[in-house]
């Protein structure tokens, strides 16, 4: 008998210590608290002849603020944290609160749970399919809300280790989004 009970335990601790390659994605993402890299981005829209294009930064806090600052073509920026939305262009200032466009969370949330290794949360939102390894991986994440479904076809998500290099949003419309983001950006220069 303590034979047997020997076997299952070693077979629990085996189980255990087999960690999937989407648990250690996640735990290399959670592990980042901090992120500050340039971006560029292209939305290709039907009604257009080519994708309008910009380029910035983006900052990440964990475990919720994300800021996109965009440079090109016009200065902009949104900064997400709490659950607001602040977005600046030009002189105006806009504030929104996700509670009151709850279509636009499961988007933001698709970032924001990848950035902090929350895979609970993202299976919450959306069916994940995971490609890959902790050198290089792809998430497809597919809506499992059908309210969400309407508008968003799917959101793919790639990056190495812990860094997020690419996403793509895919409009249930056929429009689409592809971020890139590109190298750490250093701190800012102190004039002398």
Excluded: C
């Excluded at 648990?23 to 002849?49: C, P, W």
């Excluded at 499961?106 to 399919?129: M, N, Q, Y």
Aim: hydrophobic share 40%; glycine share 6%; charged share 30%.
């Amino acid at each position: 008998m303590n034979r047997i009970l020997a076997v299952g335990a070693l077979l629990l601790l085996m189980g255990a210590a087999d960690i999937s390659n989407l648990d250690r994605v996640m735990g290399a993402l959670a592990e980042r608290k901090h992120g500050h890299v340039s971006f560029t981005e292209k939305k290709f829209i039907a009604v257009l002849d080519k994708p309008v294009e910009s380029s910035g930064e983006l900052l990440y806090d964990a475990p919720d603020r994300l800021e996109k600052r965009t440079l090109k073509p016009k200065p902009e920026s949104l900064v997400l944290e709490h659950g607001v939305i602040t977005a600046r262009r030009g002189h105006r200032t806009y504030v929104l609160n996700l509670s009151d466009y709850p279509q636009i969370v499961p988007l933001i949330d698709s970032i924001r749970a990848t950035l902090a290794g929350d895979r609970a949360s993202l299976e919450h939102l959306f069916k994940v399919d995971f490609e890959g390894d902790l050198e290089t991986w792809k998430l497809r994440l597919t809506p499992s809300d059908a309210t969400v479904a309407k508008s968003v076809k799917e959101i793919r998500i790639e990056g190495a280790r812990d860094a997020i290099h690419s996403v793509e949003i895919q409009q249930a419309d056929g429009d689409r989004s592809l971020l890139t983001i590109g190298t750490p950006v250093g701190p800012p220069e102190v004039a002398q």
